[in-house]
Nanobody, 123 residues
Framework: VQLQASGGGLVQAGGSLRLSCAAS????????VAWFRQAPGKEREKIAA????????YYADSVKGRFTLSRDSAKNSGILQMNNLKPEDTAVYYC?????????????????WGQGTQVTVSS
């Protein structure tokens, strides 16, 4: 599967952005999906993930209650809705996918990656 991330941009604090991870080659519903981000000088961190069945999800404490990861089956995409953005959310955001045996598994590592999309939140 090939992944294409999009939707990043510049937004003021308190604003919203919607990131999309479009898949090609296979149905994204065959995979667990995650979003990572990497800020300058920091390690890449997993911020949201959803299992293949969508029955299990994970959110980092830093984004819990503000970000929501969902699937758009019609567009074969994973959507990260980001609300109430803060300057500390500024980073390059990456989507990733991994095939799992169990549909409820949220993996720690991922096999397929999209290119990053820059999110910048101004104060």
């Amino acid at each position: 599967v090939q992944l294409q991330a999009s939707g990043g941009g510049l937004v003021q604090a308190g604003g919203s952005l919607r990131l999309s991870c479009a898949a090609s080659g296979r149905a994204l519903s065959d995979y667990a999906v995650a979003w990572f981000r990497q800020a300058p000088g920091k390690e890449r961190e997993k911020i949201a993930a959803i299992s293949r069945s969508a029955l299990t999800s994970y959110y980092a404490d830093s984004v819990k209650g503000r970000f929501t990861l969902s699937r758009d089956s019609a567009k074969n995409s994973g959507i990260l809705q980001m609300n109430n953005l803060k300057p500390e959310d500024t980073a390059v955001y990456y989507c990733a996918a991994r095939d799992t045996v169990l549909g409820t598994t949220v993996p720690n590592t991922y096999d397929y990656w999209g290119q990053g999309t820059q999110v910048t939140v101004s104060s």
